[in-house]
């Protein structure tokens, strides 16, 4: 949606989004949470920036991905690590939980929602905990969801039902991959918003563990696109 | 910037934002384009073909909305079909591309249309006419359309040279049509290529593998 400036008498940082991120998927698994993300920035409907990393590391256990306005994201990374370092201020050995940002996340969200001049973001805070797995969305407005799984923007129109049918909250690692690799295959080809080289970063017991970006295999090949050319009507 | 929320949008009309582009060589001319139809953000058709078969030689390529570019084909495609049943030899290109200019200029406040008319002919060998929005008809040696190609207008004329050979346009369009996809949201999936000479057709189906830049 598109706020109007005019409303609050402040500068309006986020009125209508430039430089946008795509769908973000998470799942939990067996032994942690594992977020996916594709590495492109869009510029309205130019694919302007290709190698772009949209999920990072917050704390020892906890991970942060969001899809929208990368220039919110990029203020929510600094934002979340103001509460890492004024924790250390206390010197008392407590740090911030993965619950305790996603909470932080979801006020701030709802505060500046309710000045008109919110943070276009669908937010995922993923992390591992005292031997529990948290996930959690928090969007736009400042909601704040729990969840074994999450996902951002077209995704949530795609990706749904490729979860219900081949996930459970207690599989490996490597079938969760597996199923975000799917989701991200099929909105490669539905999305046009959407690139094929995605990143995969996941959280468990022993930390947070980003991957490097790889390329998904989707395929064009079928017989049915090379003949359903205007061929038909050819004559000779 | 023009951003649709997804979330409380109803989907847009589907149009070809696309990349299209035809080019002629020494001998013929080589017509390509992508695959995709969008509706907004959605992917109608990931595997469209954007080539339109007007007459045997005569082939025009759509941008903008699909529904109105398809039904102005549809019409100049019968009315060049009746025009060479009467003349009973291969109809010009430059007929072809007066149809279409017709329909693009009286109804241009109702259309979103911008087409390339490109075929060969006995009577001037093969010619491109590029008609954009408003139904101006401007002939040309070669020609992009579609929303990818603001992304290639550099690469292609620092690249275009007179009198290619066919593997040299060849490779020209391929490359070039890869480049605009690279950066073009609306346009992507596979590309269509169509060598157009004087004694043949030659479709060519690139698959995404094999596409030059991704």
Redesign the interface.
Known sequence: ?IFNSEISGQQQHTT???V?GGSVIALVYNGGVIVGSDTLC???????FKNVQKIVQISQNTIYASSGEYSDFQQVVKELAKIDRSALQYDDGVHPSPKDYGNFLARLSYKKRCKINPLYLQNVIAGFHNKERYLALVDIYGTYLESNFITT??AS?FCKAIISNYWNENCTLEQAKQVIRECFKVLF?????AH?VIQLAYVDEQGTHIEEPE?VE?K???N???S????K???? | MNYTDILTSKFEPETTGTTIMAVIYDGGLIIGADSRTSSGQFVADRCADKIDYVHDRIFCLRSGSAADTQAIAKYVRYYIDAHAQELGRLPAVATAANLFRNFLYEYKDSLSAAIIVAGWDPYKGPQIFTLPLGGSVIEQKWSIGGSGSTFIWGFCDSNYKENMTLQEARAFVLHAVAHAMYRDGSSGGIIRLLNVTKDKIEREFIDYKDVPVK
């Open positions: 949606m209508s989004p430039v946008t869009s510029y309205g409907s130019m694919a302007a923007g077209f129109y080809c539905r999305d046009c918003r094929d390329r989707t064009w090949d079928f049915g696109f090379k359903r050319a205007n061929e009507l050819h004559t000779q």
